[in-house]
């Protein structure tokens, strides 16, 4: 490949670094925002996003998703519960499995963080033609995956068995 076409990729993968920077930030200021741990902030919107996806999570799975040992991910969902964030429901058929769910005052807490985003961010894709939301689409899966599979193989076999962590 040209010049041009390093110097374009190099320009890409440096924008890809600022957005990684950005949305830091962006969950920095929403778990200070609301009075959370930054933890219990990634955690929320992990049991969110499970659910949005139809796979709640269990305990276990969480920390996984979060990145905490087992005293830590049960610490951040007392915390989430006692503040009507989260609610544990146990498992009909085998009562030892629960799962996170989020309350209304969850969902209500998301929302009023990243709606306005979400209004923002359809604003932007709004101007791609539906070929071009496919390769953007396939663009950002292999990131997604790219970096999923580095942070496995960097941080050693406990991350690797979350990998493919996203619900």
Known sequence: MTDGGREAREHLVELLQDYGDEAGRLGQAFAAGQG?????????LAVLRAERAGAALTPGRLGEEVGLSSGATTAA????????????????????????HHDPAGADVGRAWFGPLATRLDAVVADYSPDELALVTRFLGDVVDAVARHRAEMAGPEVSRAEGGRP
Do not use: N
């Open 36 to 44: 959370l741990h930054r933890t219990d902030a990634q955690a929320l």
């Open 77 to 100: 969902v007392d915390r989430l519960e006692r503040l009507g964030h989260v609610h544990r429901v146990r498992d009909d058929v085998d009562r030892r499995r629960v799962t996170l």
